[in-house]
């Protein structure tokens, strides 16, 4: 199984059309999303294309091959309007024989992680739309950073996991 995953899009619909657009080119079977669909929040300014009602067009028709994680700035009425579950904390999976514990990043983070990591695991989480890989205490912390709203000087990028390996890549 291979797994594409992004973060933060928040309701941008050039950076949601994209990411599918890559989901599709990377020959992935899962889309899986790490909250702040929809809304852009409080804190930060409007993406250049924000339009959460495209966003739910572009998304809807994928139900099927979507896993996402609740963010921060997600509400209950995000999923009256997703077709897919968009409320859990995290996602746990294994790939080859790697755990990876995948969330946003607020209630999660890699200074409070979840019990159930071990070294060898890998945490995967969006929120401060910072690009990072690196390795502490034997597990490897992954974030993607957010394609509509980067921080910190971090390209728009994407997390690839397959057979127990994952990629940090930048979006063409």
């Known amino acids: 199984m ?8 928040h309701g941008d619909s050039y950076w949601a059309a994209k990411a599918v ?8 079977d899962r889309l899986v999303l790490l909250g702040d669909i929809l809304y852009h929040g409080p804190r930060n300014d ?8 495209d966003v739910i067009g572009i998304l809807n028709p994928l139900a099927d091959k979507i896993l996402a994680v609740r963010g921060n700035c997600e ?5 009256m309007v997703l077709g897919f579950p968009c ?6 999976i294994v790939s080859g024989e790697v755990p990876f ?6 209630l999660y983070s890699p200074d409070r992680l979840p019990p159930l990591l071990t070294p060898g695991s890998v945490f995967i989480s ?6 990072e890989d690196l390795m502490r205490d034997g597990i490897r912390f992954m974030n993607p950073g957010s394609p509509s709203i980067p921080k910190e000087n ?19």
Request: hydrophobic fraction near 35%; aromatic fraction near 14%.
């Open 101 to 106: 514990f995948i969330t946003h990043g607020h």
């Open 75 to 79: 509400a209950e009425v995000d999923q």
């Open 46 to 53: 409007l993406p250049g294309h924000y339009a959460p009602k």
């Open 21 to 28: 657009e890559t989901f599709e080119a990377e020959h992935a």
């Open 2 to 9: 291979k797994f594409f995953v992004v973060s933060d899009i």
């Open 154 to 172: 971090s390209r728009p990028s994407y997390i690839i996991i397959e057979d127990g390996q994952a990629r940090l890549k930048e979006f063409d």
């Open 87 to 92: 409320m859990a904390d995290y996602i746990y």
């Open 126 to 131: 969006g929120h401060t739309h910072v690009t």
